[in-house]
């Protein structure tokens, strides 16, 4: 993959650097902020090479990119310049890209994955650590009194001790207030005199008022709380303060108002929220363990692509807390460890070359923790592997559960997190993982496939390119004056990474089918169809450039999706006149998507009509190259 490519094809087709209120990433998605996601053409945003797929979740324009996000980003700030603390970004994602205000669920989840993605590398590094420590003393590697153990130990468990510094400044950076100040704050919450109070549950008194100290180590709710009251306290003070003295007076009076209020009301009230949720689920855990292991592991995956595991983090970090174990991380990682297992079954069953070499490498990123590559580009890609890695991961968190499996330290699942799972219930945990990547890739093998003949074909339906004998003609779908890819105005078309193909300046505006076919692709807008022929060829046609920011207008869909087409019959009528003089090129582009199934795809220089073949799509001969589309044909110019 070339990073600065990437980035650059991405940045143009988010709308540009003036678009972007907000970007970052996280371990395998460039996540954004737009400002008029209208302007974001997510079709070419998933034909960028190197973009995995696109997801839209809490307000954020998210792009897949995999285990190379990091260099993407980099070069994209190389291009860019600082996206992650943009002036104009809203609090915790309050409003889209067009102003509109979002839920309070999607704001919530936003907020949360703003604050724990930063440092959700060192949190699960140091939870693995700590997990491996331990599996060194339980079998007498490493004396827990030795100088190397407790500096290993004091590396693994700091960020842990500390959380409530970390969270204060993520925060604070969430909800735009001064992230120094946010994290004295939190820093005073793990100060030793104040620690040992709480330890000791002595009352010490604020002018009269008894405040009880409590620990506050490790816990999460209460300084998120803190925080957010201060995202208020803040601007009322700079407002209010001059000019001069806010830059000494907002932080003093900020951390002379926090501090006691945080002890005496905003921690003791986030102490017992986070008590009553991790009551809620241990008393789930305690009376249906299989039930409640079943539908988290089941659904684990699912909760990932809408984006709201991240209302779970806080429930895990609380767990860990006060309780010292978590029930919840072994069975995700039961649902992580389902994702890999299909993705092997798939890389044995699959002879599609792309393909076994997708599900390869999402089966060991998967191993490790890492599950979107392999659930964008292989399982809910083919569907069936999808439901097999579901159905494993909900038997194999319901036998963790039943079992009692905990973890004693935060962890991405993965066979790496095995480790934190060493106390009461680690056979179960081992078992549960163990029975969840075996099922999935058993009956990824045995049903992942709808029969054997599509496995040639990466799970499809459609018939095999390959084992065609005949050429497929395709007619033109629009009446106008036949043009080459390449002088397009589009560089995902002219540059031909969709496929080959030929595009037409319309003199109609009537799209017909081109082929005898199946529709496998209908945009809501109308400005791009898809339709698989009888014989596998696949074959889009996009109507216009840019035409997907039109919203609808100017186009009328008349067939729906799975619907069966003859040749000749309508598919969509739009107004290339309109379209046109609202400032877009109507220009129609016809692109075979599977061109590297075919020996050659073949174009003619004839005026497009609707009574003779446009393109002809021949089968492979034996001196063909496997992957690669030969003896293209063409007749025009550039």
């Known amino acids: 993959m070339d990073y600065a490519t ?18 970052w990433h996280c371990a395998t998605r460039l996540r954004f902020y737009l400002k008029d996601e209208s302007k974001a053409d997510v079709d070419a945003v998933k034909n960028v090479d190197g973009v995995i797929t696109v ?57 949360i994955a703003g604050v724990f993605t930063p440092f959700l590398g060192a949190l699960a590094g140091a939870g693995v650590f700590k997990g491996i420590l331990a599996l060194c003393t339980t079998f007498g590697w490493l004396s827990a009194n030795s100088g190397a153990y407790k500096l290993w130990y004091a590396a693994s468990d700091v960020v842990f001790y500390f959380l409530p510094i970390f969270l204060a400044f993520t925060a604070a950076k969430q909800l735009h207030v001064d992230q120094y100040v946010a994290a004295t704050l939190g820093a005073v919450l793990t100060y030793p005199s104040i620690v040992a109070l709480g330890s000791k549950s ?15 180590t490790s816990t999460v709710i209460p300084i998120l709380l803190a925080v957010w009251a201060m995202s208020y306290l803040e601007p009322v003070l700079n407002r209010i303060l001059p000019g001069a003295l806010k830059t000494f007076l907002t932080p003093l009076l900020s951390l002379a108002i926090m501090v006691p209020l945080t002890m005496m009301v905003v921690g003791p009230l986030g102490t017992v929220i986070g008590n009553v949720l991790a009551a809620i689920i241990l008393f789930i855990y305690k009376y249906v363990p299989a039930v409640a292991g079943l539908l988290l592991g089941a659904f684990w995956q699912v909760f990932v692509i809408f984006g709201v595991h991240w209302t779970f983090v806080p429930v895990i970090m609380n767990n860990l807390s006060k309780l010292g174990a978590d029930p919840i991380l072994p069975i995700t990682a039961a649902a992580v460890l389902a994702q890999a297992g299909a ?10 070359p792309k393909m076994k070499s997708l599900s390869g490498s999402g089966f060991l990123s998967s191993i490790f923790g890492i599950t979107e590559p392999t659930v964008y580009g292989v399982t809910l890609a083919l569907k069936r592997p999808f439901y097999c890695a579901i159905i494993s991961g909900g038997i194999g968190g319901a036998i963790a559960a039943q079992l009692g499996a905990h973890s004693y330290s935060y962890a991405f699942g993965s066979v790496l997190a095995i480790p934190t799972y060493m106390g009461k219930g680690f056979i179960g945990a081992v078992l549960g ?5 075996v099922a999935a890739f058993v009956s990824t093998l045995l049903f992942g496939f709808k029969r054997t003949s599509d496995v ?11 084992d065609s004998t005949t050429s497929t003609a395709i007619v033109a779908p629009v009446e106008g004056t036949i043009i080459p890819l390449s002088s397009v105005n589009d560089e995902v078309f002219s540059s031909q990474a969709m496929g080959q193909g030929l595009a037409i300046v319309p003199t109609s505006g009537v799209v017909k089918a081109p082929v005898d076919g199946t529709i496998t692709a209908l945009y809501p807008t109308g400005h791009a169809i898809g339709i698989t022929s009888d014989s596998g060829v696949e074959i889009l046609i996009h109507i216009g450039i840019n035409t997907v920011e039109l919203n609808g207008k100017h186009f009328e869909t008349l067939v729906k999706q799975n619907q069966h087409v003859h040749q000749g019959d309508t598919l969509v009528k739009f107004d290339y006149a309109a379209i046109q003089k609202d400032g877009y090129d109507p220009t129609v582009m016809v692109v075979v998507t599977n061109t590297n199934e075919y020996g050659a795809i073949e174009t003619t220089t004839a005026t497009a009509t609707d009574d003779q073949w446009f393109l ?21 110019s550039d």
């Open 6 to 23: 990437t980035a650059q094809g991405v940045l143009k087709h988010i709308g540009g650097r003036d678009n972007i209120k907000k970007g």
């Open 55 to 111: 997801v839209k979740s809490a307000g954020q324009f998210q792009v897949v990119i995999g285990n190379s996000v990091g260099n993407v980003y980099d070069a994209l700030v190389n291009i860019t310049g600082p996206l992650d603390a943009d002036a104009d970004a809203d609090n915790g994602a309050a409003q889209t890209e067009s102003g509109k205000k979002v839920n309070i669920i999607s704001r919530f989840m936003g907020f």
């Open 202 to 216: 002595v009352t010490i008194h604020f002018f009269g008022i008894p405040v009880v100290p409590m620990s506050y």
């Open 343 to 352: 993705a092997l079954g798939v890389f044995f069953r699959t002879h599609d």
């Open 433 to 437: 993982l163990a029975v969840a990547f």
């Open 456 to 466: 040639d074909t990466a799970g499809t339906t459609k018939a095999s390119a390959a």
């Open 616 to 636: 002809k799509a021949d089968a492979k001969t034996d001196d063909s190259k496997e992957g690669v589309s030969t003896n293209v044909q063409t007749g025009l």
